[in-house]
């Protein structure tokens, strides 16, 4: 399974981004994982187009990547309060951290400093 952050989404629904054909290849080359995803990062994910009307449509499209959501757990709150105390990341890269903890997933992201986190809790990392 692999955990996506949503700067690897973002960036392959919006193809102005400057990693756009970067996350485009990522999705490709893991094309027989399992993809999955907090709640919080599709939310993340979801503001812009929902800013300009095209929630309908980037949600078919995420439907369409066959994303699994990874649900947060009742303990959740304490750990991610934990996982931010101990990373200082924000709370929505902690949700990233969390969901591949929770299913010993690897995390695709093109953040530096969540990537660092993740490797060290023992994460494998996918960049491209």
Known sequence: MIVLDASVLIAHLESTDIHHARATQLLLSVVDEQLAASPLTLAEVLVGPARVNQLDRVQI????????TVPLADDAPARLAHLR????LRLPDCCVLLAAVTTAA??????????????????????T
């Open 61 to 68: 499209a995420l439907r369409d990547l066959g994303i699994t």
């Open 106 to 127: 690897v995390v695709a992201t093109f953040d530096v400093k969540l990537a660092a986190a993740a490797e060290g809790l023992g994460l494998t990392i996918r960049t």
């Open 85 to 88: 105390a101990t990373t200082r």
